[in-house]
């Protein structure tokens, strides 16, 4: 059983150039996640997918980011016209939700984001 | 406000010391539930324990224990005898069933050293 798993695990990229995440949750988990990280933060939520619909985003999530989950496996995380404030962690996150219990989320290991 | 707090930003022990995190959170939720994770350099977060609000029995898993206690809003960690291996940035979060998602929201996280 692979756990989450996220590519690039690193990217560096100019101001202003577009850049793509991708996210392979675990096999079978209907639910997934984006946070994103800084240095000295926790994760902080930025937007989650129920299968293939995007049902939430946070305030974070600024319209040069968008989120896309086509199939209702991979996603993908796209940030367009990178500022250096977008510098930072980008977690991706899945689980199995049934109902609303809180479910245990399962991390992958994250995608480091440098813009210079 | 912030829901999760952790106060102790770093702690320094030396191996074989126990040592305690604090984690507070704040919710209006009746049911909620509380999550450690353990994130070492490498970047992933790797999820500890898992506990609902109306389970308050504390929980011991080899090294690691838990005490909830819901009168003071804590969920504090303690490993005991603790080792270097155990060096990480260590996560409180709080999910919340009324929470769209039932989205982490994280505290800031306590950086734990354990030296030889």
């Known amino acids: 059983d692979t756990g989450v798993s996220q590519d690039p695990r690193h990217k560096i990229t100019k101001r202003g150039q577009n850049v793509t995440f991708r996210c392979d949750p675990i096999s079978e988990h209907n639910r997934l996640y984006w946070y994103r990280q800084t240095l000295g933060q926790g994760p902080e939520f930025l937007t989650y997918?129920?299968?293939?619909?995007?049902?939430?985003k946070s305030r974070l999530l600024s319209d040069r980011f968008s989120a896309e989950r086509p199939k209702g496996s991979f996603s993908t995380l796209e940030i367009q016209r990178t500022e250096q404030g977008d510098s930072a962690m980008y977690l991706c996150?899945?689980?199995?939700?049934?109902?609303?219990?809180?479910?245990?989320?399962?991390f992958g290991e994250g995608s480091w984001l440098t813009v210079v | 406000a912030q829901k999760v707090t952790q106060a102790q930003t770093e702690i320094s022990v030396v191996e074989k010391e126990d040592v305690t995190l604090d984690c507070v959170y704040e919710?209006?939720?009746?049911?909620?539930?509380l999550f450690w994770y353990k994130q070492p350099p490498s970047g992933e977060l790797v999820f500890l324990i898992r506990r609902n609000s109306f389970d308050e029995q504390n929980e011991i898993s080899g090294r690691y224990s838990w005490n909830f206690q819901k009168s003071t809003s804590s969920f504090n960690f303690t490993i005991t005898a603790s080792q270097v291996v155990d060096s990480a940035v260590y996560f409180c979060?709080?999910?919340?069933?009324?929470?769209?998602?039932?989205?982490?929201?994280f505290g800031k996280g306590t950086t734990l050293s354990v030296s030889s």
């Open positions: 919710t209006r939720d009746t049911t909620y539930y």
């Open positions: 979060a709080l999910s919340e069933r009324n929470q769209a998602g039932t989205a982490l929201i």
């Open positions: 996150a899945s689980t199995y939700q049934t109902g609303l219990a809180g479910n245990t989320i399962y």
């Open positions: 997918f129920q299968n293939e619909a995007q049902l939430e």
